[in-house]
């Protein structure tokens, strides 16, 4: 497997390199609004997944072609945590880009109930924990967790890292029409921020597709969310930079690999893959017609699927 995805535009980090540990949807969640559709194999089950020559070969070559990183990021096709030895890979990226780049960990929050992961993580730079629920109820609609993940863990989870934690916080909080926004959910989760005291609150939107319908909230419903919130919580939008220069041999390589993590538009593509429209246009039309990638619309946008790995 490649390790490495991007870097891809992030409405939070700018160009952020993704890397991905985890076999394709390892988690112990299995969320209604996940992109990458349902999860394979729900477990809470750590263990170490990769060849970390291999690794720090991979980081090497990709940094040398000198792309435009602002973060690396942990993250993936799973949830990263179900790695063990975070620590080994945080250092390896580390020693690889000589620390140019600020590492994040982007985490369904689950297992950070477990002292060992949380220590695991110290030398991050930034951790994006999510919390998609202030309530059990909601929890269990929206996560469907691995029966030993519990909401009062994940919230003693989140409590326990920021006390530990020196890096900074972001907690991201996905907002589900008709689910988990309303404003009495929102005054739970702002008692909850209260507890758990993050740097940042960033409301984020399921803006891509999943596996079933998925009912975004009214704009303005979220600003009342925000507003309740208070001072730290931000709405987070779409996010784009200019085109940094495309690193990749193999042009389908690339927009591959970011469509077996994501499910991309053709915007996203532009500005991740580095081509003019018209030139990617007609990449992306090769590949359809060779059944490697799909279509599918979704909020009346068209997104580009891949099923198959890269």
Same mark, same amino acid.
């Given at each position: 497997?490649? %390790?490495?995805?991007?870097?891809?535009?992030?409405?939070?980090?700018?160009?952020?390199?993704?890397?991905?540990?985890?076999?394709?949807?390892? *988690?112990?969640?299995? *969320?209604? %609004? *996940?992109?990458?559709?349902?999860?394979?194999? /729900?477990?809470?089950?750590?263990?170490?997944?990769?060849?970390?020559?291999?690794?720090?070969?991979?980081?090497?070559?990709?940094?040398?072609?000198?792309?435009?990183?602002? %973060?690396?990021?942990?993250?993936?096709?799973?949830? +990263?945590?179900?790695?063990?030895?975070?620590?080994?890979?945080?250092?390896?990226?580390?020693?690889v880009a000589n620390n140019k780049y600020p590492v994040s960990v982007i985490t369904n929050s689950s297992l950070l109930y477990k002292k060992e992961v949380r220590q695991e993580l110290a030398g991050a730079d930034l951790i994006i924990p999510s919390l998609d629920a202030a309530t059990k109820k909601s929890f269990s609609r929206i996560d469907k967790p691995h029966k030993q993940i519990t909401f009062e863990r994940t919230i003693d989870g989140l409590i326990n890292l920021r006390k530990e934690f020196k890096?900074?916080?972001?907690?991201?909080?996905?907002?589900?029409?008709?689910?988990?926004?309303?404003?009495?959910?929102?005054?739970?989760?702002?008692?909850?921020?209260?507890?758990?005291?993050?740097? /940042?609150?960033?409301?984020?939107?399921?803006?891509? +597709?999943?596996? !079933?319908? !998925?009912?975004?909230?009214? %704009?303005?419903?979220?600003? /009342? !969310?925000?507003?309740?919130?208070?001072?730290? *919580?931000?709405?987070v939008s779409s996010f784009y930079k200019d085109a940094q220069k495309k690193f990749s041999k193999s042009v389908q390589e690339d927009i591959r690999k970011y469509l077996n993590i994501r499910p991309a538009t053709m915007r996203d593509l532009e500005k991740s893959v580095g081509l003019e429209k018209g030139i990617l246009a007609r990449q992306i039309k090769r590949m359809l017609d060779l059944g490697l990638i799909a279509r599918k619309i979704y909020n009346r946008k068209v997104y580009f699927i891949c099923d198959k790995a890269a």
């Open positions: 497997m490649s %390790y490495f995805y991007g870097p891809v535009p992030s409405r939070r980090l700018g160009f952020s390199l993704g890397v991905n540990l985890t076999p394709k949807k390892f *988690c112990t969640l299995d *969320c209604i %609004y *996940c992109q990458l559709g349902r999860t394979t194999k /729900k477990t809470i089950k750590r263990f170490f997944y990769v060849e970390i020559i291999e690794f720090k070969k991979e980081l090497a070559k990709i940094i040398n072609n000198n792309p435009k990183i602002d %973060y690396i990021s942990i993250s993936g096709s799973g949830e +990263p945590t179900l790695h063990k030895r975070l620590d080994k890979i945080i250092d390896a990226i580390k020693d890096g900074k916080i972001w907690l991201e909080i996905m907002l589900l029409g008709g689910i988990n926004d309303s404003l009495e959910e929102a005054r739970k989760f702002k008692k909850l921020v209260n507890r758990i005291k993050p740097d /940042k609150v960033q409301l984020n939107l399921p803006i891509r +597709p999943a596996g !079933i319908s !998925i009912t975004l909230p009214d %704009y303005e419903r979220v600003k /009342k !969310i925000k507003k309740i919130i208070g001072k730290k *919580c931000e709405i």
